[in-house]
């Protein structure tokens, strides 16, 4: 049996109360269905005013500061797009880095480019070396046509060069002194320049007129010395000055041939001339050969 709905709580709302007093009607078809009855107690609730939280409340604070946030937060983009943004940006890097090492290769190719190889044509003969020679201080020439030399190249090292200008050369560089000295008179014979003799001799030697004789004659006539070379040995410094030194020493004479102006060649077998006393005289320019004594 239903309950009778004798009293209603004092300021239930109007709507409120019917829904009430028609659920508990004893007439079924009075009586909303559940539905009914949820959507009419829905609708008979009090609409009431929301009252706004102060700005001080802890929970409202951090809803506003999230809200915010989220407003200034920049959209990130997508993930496809930054992909095909920096693939360009990739791209346009190495293209200038390898534009950087072409550019470098080739400037260092530039400033060191090899010697162009000039071709052979297949079959020729390789060209004759050329032995190197210098004129024997121990001989000289006899006839302008028979004796005039081509000597090979003679290469006077750096320390050759201060050995020749050092003072103290004929005490501590004896040898090597001497062969400085021999190899610069077999340069001038070489080129026949007879303006190299002065690296050679000393002003007033005598025998520097003769070898600038038999280098006039060589120009004039053609004639050539082939292989002929010597070798300072056996050296032993006797004394001098400050400005002097006496040196005695072997010349040795390797086997050589000398070019006729009619073209024959004449050879002349290995000698060895000994011992010699070179006599010295430091000039300007450093040590010269004044004089030659040879035995006999």
């Known amino acids: 049996r239903r309950p009778v709905l004798t009293a209603l709580r004092p300021g239930t709302p109007p709507r409120l109360a019917a829904l009430l007093t028609s659920c508990l009607s004893a007439e079924p078809a009075v009586r909303p269905s559940a539905a009914q009855a949820a959507v009419e107690l829905f609708n008979a609730a009090p609409a009431e005013s929301v009252a706004l939280a102060s700005i001080c409340d802890p929970a409202a604070d951090i809803t506003r500061r999230i809200r915010a946030a989220a407003v200034e937060a920049p959209q990130a983009e997508p993930r496809g797009t930054r992909k095909l943004l920096r693939m360009p940006a990739m791209i346009a890097v190495g293209v200038l880095l390898a534009v950087a090492v072409i550019g470098v290769g080739a400037t260092w190719a530039t400033r060191r480019s090899p010697a162009v190889a000039r071709p052979v044509a297949a079959g020729s003969p390789a060209p004759p070396s050329r032995q190197p020679v210098t004129a024997s201080l121990g001989t000289v020439p006899t006839s302008p046509g028979a004796t005039p030399t081509k000597v090979g190249s003679v290469k006077t090292s750096r320390s050759s060069s201060d050995v020749v200008t050092a003072s103290n050369s004929p005490k501590v560089a004896a040898a090597g002194l001497l062969q400085a000295l021999v190899d610069a008179r077999a340069l001038a014979y070489l080129t026949r320049n007879s303006a190299l003799l002065d690296l050679v001799y000393a002003p007033g030697a005598k025998k520097a007129e003769v070898d600038r004789a038999n280098i006039a004659a060589a120009l004039k006539n053609g004639g050539t010395y082939l292989g002929l070379s010597y070798v300072i040995g056996d050296v032993m410094y006797l004394g ?50 004044m004089s030659l004594t040879v035995p006999g």
């Open 240 to 289: 001098g000055t400050a400005t002097s030194a006496r040196i005695r020493a072997t010349i040795l004479t390797p086997a050589y041939q000398t070019g006729q102006p009619d073209g024959r060649e004449l050879r002349h077998p290995k000698e060895t001339l000994g011992p010699c006393v070179f006599s010295l005289s430091l000039t300007v320019d450093g040590w010269r050969i």
